[in-house]
């Protein structure tokens, strides 16, 4: 039987797939269920930035800020305790529970009052952090190097306060991913993961008012973190995730062929339930014994721009040439 083990970002997982946060991280039962599973590590669901502000305002909304300083100071921190409580505790209790690498996770748009979250969640033990951030660039005024140097900022300032390892969920939103990536790195980062979903609103033509799209990838869509990944293996300091589109044994294999460390799983939990973790990492198993991959270090990259005698096939400006051989 072949060896899964692998590296992420210092971490030593028994197999690469990784349940990503969501819902179905966000209970003690569904995360031993992940680990009965055969993943090789979690995500906690996300604690969310503007979950706790707008509580906070929710709690304290029609309070005197001149009568009641006080009180409003108190409900003020009372709600965005918790959330930060209840997290806590879930991030404690797995910790005791699961014998696999339990990273924690922060949904925010900047650094802020995360810091001194980020120090609370690695003193009970997480293994990591994964920040999820997004800057939406919707804003005419704001150029893109004012956007990326809050990125950097953000990694910065938590890194400053962090000994744990870190990664970062980020879009392809970027002009410069290559470089982005790479400045992230230095910045503090020890792994991107490739690449956020977003919320994506749609409209309802008949009651004509908004509706949420479709909220879980497709198969299909493996390829977009697959190209970045193949262009990006060896090119930067980082460790590469892939996250979007995985649904089988047969994307995770691509990933790792294409450079990628790790694979964290969503939306096919929620499609085939948790159970079918073991079904991706048995295929993967039984991939490697066809192939005669002993370990996964065998093939990690195999596929990656930096391995192929002609890289520009991961090149879409060369999509044409590399295919007819037309220029």
């Given amino acids: 039987m072949a060896d899964l083990k692998t590296q992420y970002m210092g971490l030593c997982l028994k197999n690469p797939v990784i349940a990503a946060s969501s819902r179905l991280t966000g209970s003690m039962d569904s995360l031993l269920r992940c680990e009965e599973a055969g993943a090789g590590a979690v995500v906690l669901k996300s604690l969310f930035e503007e979950q706790i502000l707008f509580d906070s305002e929710k709690m304290v909304e029609g309070t005197d800020m001149g009568v009641y300083t006080d ?16 997290y806590l505790s879930l991030l404690e209790e797995a ?22 979250y980020a120090e609370k969640m690695e003193a009970l033990g997480a293994d990591a952090l994964e920040l999820n951030m997004f800057i939406l660039p919707s804003d005419p005024e704001q150029r893109s190097e004012d956007i990326e ?17 870190m990664a970062m969920k980020i879009s392809s939103h970027f002009t410069g991913l290559a470089g982005m990536v790479e400045a992230l790195g230095e910045a503090g980062l020890n792994a991107v993961v490739m690449f956020n979903r977003f919320f994506r609103p749609d409209i309802d033509i008949e009651s004509l008012k ?9 198969p299909s869509e493996v390829v977009i973190p697959l190209q970045w ?6 090119q930067t300091r980082v460790d590469l995730a892939a996250s979007t589109g995985v649904h ?4 995770v294999v691509k990933n790792i062929l294409a450079g ?8 096919t939990l929620f499609k085939n339930g948790i159970e079918h973790l073991g079904k991706l990492i048995t295929g993967m198993n039984q991939w490697m014994d066809r192939h005669s991959f002993e370990k996964v270090t065998d093939f990690l990259g195999l596929l990656s721009k930096a391995n192929l005698e002609h890289p520009e096939i991961w090149e879409r400006s060369q999509y044409i040439k590399a295919l007819t051989g037309i220029s």
């Fill in 248 to 251: 089988d044994y047969t994307g």
């Fill in 149 to 165: 140097k809050k990125y950097m900022s953000t990694v910065k300032e938590i890194r400053s306060v962090l000994t744990i390892p």
């Fill in 210 to 218: 908004f509706t949420s799209g479709n909220i879980f990838s497709d």
């Fill in 71 to 86: 009180a409003f100071d108190f409900l003020s921190g009372v709600s965005k305790n918790y959330y930060l409580d209840q």
């Fill in 95 to 116: 910790k005791k529970r699961l014998s696999i690498p339990v990273i924690a996770s922060i949904n925010c748009i900047g650094a802020g009052v995360w810091t001194e």
């Fill in 260 to 267: 990628a460390n790790a694979v964290e799983i969503c939306s």
């Fill in 229 to 234: 990944i193949a262009l990006l293996y060896g």
